[in-house]
């Protein structure tokens, strides 16, 4: 069994183990393997493993990486999400050739995918990137900001909004961990409670899984514990 193979398991235990210490099933939880910096022969490896949903967070080497596996594995039907900051010249792109957005923070962005969002395809997932953390993080809208993208989204005709994403500033005091995920779950019961459809919580990395599967986390983004320590002069 491959390293990938191996490491694609312990997180699944690990997943599996945090959903039931709260009673969740751990199908509940799904897990994004996020294959930023790493090559299409790392990701072919997890999708020898079962792995279909990578998460990339730059646009020219997640299109580069798509194209080698294209040619890699023809048959594999993969998800692409992007998870990484947006810039508005680049939405095209991300419109034309991914599944998902974790990491809409502002309405411009939102109408832009949906403006750019091919008639072909099914419409683009879309979470709404909140900031939990105040100033440790640049990224991700306030509450209250969200909460109106979230709005906007859900009445864009290109776009499907699914749920919140959030990266809480790293700590390893679980307690804190927890507070943090359990805001990002209030807000988005807090918009289901108004009649909005969402059904995602985007939350949990590999150092801070199991606070985020506790406070209801529906998708994982996992990089590190399966694909190894990110060697940035790689790229
Ligand atoms: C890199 C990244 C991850 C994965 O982080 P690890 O700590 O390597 O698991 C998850 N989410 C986002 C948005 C990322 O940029």
Known sequence: MSVIAQNLQAVQSRIALAARAVSREPHEVSLLAVSKTFGADDVAAAVAAGQAAFGENYL???LDKMALLRELLPEAALAWHFIGPIQSNKTRPIAEHFDWVHSVDREKIAQRLSDQRPADLPPLNVCIQVNVSNEASKSGAQN??????????????????????????????????????????????????????????????????????????????????IFGRRDYSRQ
């Open 60 to 62: 020219q080497e997640a």
């Open 144 to 225: 209250d900001e969200a909460a109106a993208i979230a709005r906007a989204v859900a009445a864009m005709p290109r776009l499907r909004l699914r749920g919140l994403m959030a990266i809480p500033e790293p700590t390893d005091d679980v307690a804190q961990q927890r507070a943090a995920f359990r805001q990002v779950r209030q807000l988005f019961e807090s918009l289901r409670a108004e009649g909005l459809s969402l059904d995602t919580l985007s939350m949990g990395m590999s150092g801070d899984l199991e606070a985020a599967v506790a406070e209801g986390a529906t998708i994982v983004r996992v990089g590190t514990a």
